[in-house]
């Protein structure tokens, strides 16, 4: 009994050493943090699922509204978080070169290769390969691909409605823009022609959920990165399984090499990697490659565009921006359609006045729409921009410095500079930055008009960031804002939405998830439109 009570006594004091530890970390430096827990640091609501961690870095956020960057704890580990929209735009622009990276996440050497955890020189070498496959010019090609699939997703919508005695149908938006970004990018990035809203499991598509689900294992793997990365570093394990991995790879070989022995051109992502693979792809004239798809539209930076040495990238290499283009395309570009039919359900006049636009340019049109469509629906822009706002694909963003660097001032109560140590991460809110009043007054409002031509003069453009800040930001904006526009096109076109019974108003982020989701599902009505 004395031994237990003399090893309760040193586990106390050794909790409450690491607490002031940790409070004198940042306390010596003048940064404020909310308190955090002993061991989980400011993680508890994420790793007890009770909130989804943008409402806590919203929170943190707030908390402070004086201070130009604040601290956090990811269990043990000092982070820290920008609020001062000059600071980023140093961090992400100016001192791009400090910044370069991402924070890495252990070294599996199948999606360690994709674009997104690629870090230093091999990044930029990437990026400079893969920028010309994003232009508006490749991207053109595509938008047929998506209507075609569209097409399919709206036969399959009729069917069931014609079938249903009610005249409507309720059902989960998630699971069909899921299914129709799945059929999106097997066609676009694969050449594949599947539907899976008829071909419920079709193995792309059973593979495609594999890819993007979060589970027990997955949610342990991403709390030891965080928690203890040199740890997690050194048990090597693979973020993606191995059937995964070689699915995705003998795709892409396979197709390939049919491609090459039947001479077989399609202007789809498997063409542009066999290009970039032969070292021909390049940028066009600079007009076509700067046609913006709408007003979130990212441009490349001079790291995309400017040509590196020629490196030879192997097939696991291509393989990999291959499943990348992929997980993005399932996962994050689905979840803002979902929530787009939401935001349309939930405000009708905004719903009825984006159908008038269309039911016009199908009108005046004949039917067709193209990429020239997508460039010339200005409400249909405004609303896409206004999703992006309220429900950013990526609540944050990261950035590790790879030398001490000096970020100024916490507060202007504080008179020395933090230096920040190399190794360190920061992060940027852009859930935060988009629901800030001073930036976006009356921030909780799906309001469209923000985005007008006569009011956009009004906005800091610093402070939307849909698609990230600087040379890292998405490569694949244009493709995400074509894909939005085309299936909202078709919906409204052919359907009305409302709430159902099951629809959650208010809308709240469900706790359970990394990626955003509505808590309660994304239920919602569909009639067709008469």
Known sequence: MIIFLIWLVVLIAALVLHLRQ?????????????????????????????QHFAYDILKLYETFPKDRFVGRYEFTNKTIILRDLDLVKKITVKDFEVFLDHRNFGRDAFIGRALILLQGQEWKDMRSTLSPAFTSSKIRLMVPFMVEVGDQMIRSLNKEIEASPDGYINIDCKD???????????????????????EKDNEFYVMGRKAANFTLRDMFMFILIVAAPKLAALLN?????????????????????????????????????????????????????????????????????????????NDNDLS????????????????????????LAVNPDVQDRLAQEIKEHDA???????????????????????????????????????????????????????????GSTVFIPAFAFHRDPQYFPNPEKFDPERFSEENRHNLNLNAYMPFGNGPRNCIGSRFALCELKVLTYQILLHMELSPSEK?????????????????????LRFRQRK
């Open 503 to 523: 629809t959650p108003i208010p809308a709240r982020l469900a706790a359970d998830n990394i990626n955003i989701r509505l808590q309660g599902g994304h239920w």
């Open 176 to 198: 069909l823009t899921t299914r129709y970004a799945n059929d999106v990018i097997a066609s676009c990035a694969f050449g594949l022609k599947v539907n899976s809203h008829e």
């Open 237 to 313: 394990w693979n973020l993606v399984p191995d059937t995964m991995k070689n699915f995705f790879v003998n795709l892409v070989l396979d197709t390939m090499k049919d491609r090459e022995l039947r001479h077989i051109f399609r202007p789809d992502m498997i063409h542009l990697l066999m290009e970039a693979k032969k070292g021909q792809l390049t940028h066009e004239d600079a007009k076509s490659d700067n046609d913006a798809t709408g007003f979130a539209t990212v441009a490349e930076s001079s790291v995309g565009l400017k040509k590196t040495a020629n490196r030879v990238w």
């Open 364 to 422: 005046k049109n004949g039917g067709k729409f193209d990429f020239n469509s997508i460039q010339n629906m200005k409400y249909m822009d405004m609303v896409v921009s206004e999703l992006l706002r309220l429900w950013p694909p990526l609540a944050v963003m990261d950035r590790e410095s790879n030398r001490d660097y000096n970020m100024g001032r916490p507060s202007e109560d504080v008179e020395k500079d933090y230096i920040l140590p190399k």
């Open 22 to 50: 940790m409070h004198a970390a940042f306390n010596r430096h003048g940064i404020k943090y909310l308190n955090p827990a002993p061991l989980l640091g400011n993680m508890s609501n994420t790793v007890f699922l009770r």
């Open 320 to 343: 990999a921006q291959a499943f990348l283009f992929f997980v993005a395309g399932f996962e994050t570009v689905s979840t803002s359609m979902s929530f787009l039919l939401y935001e």
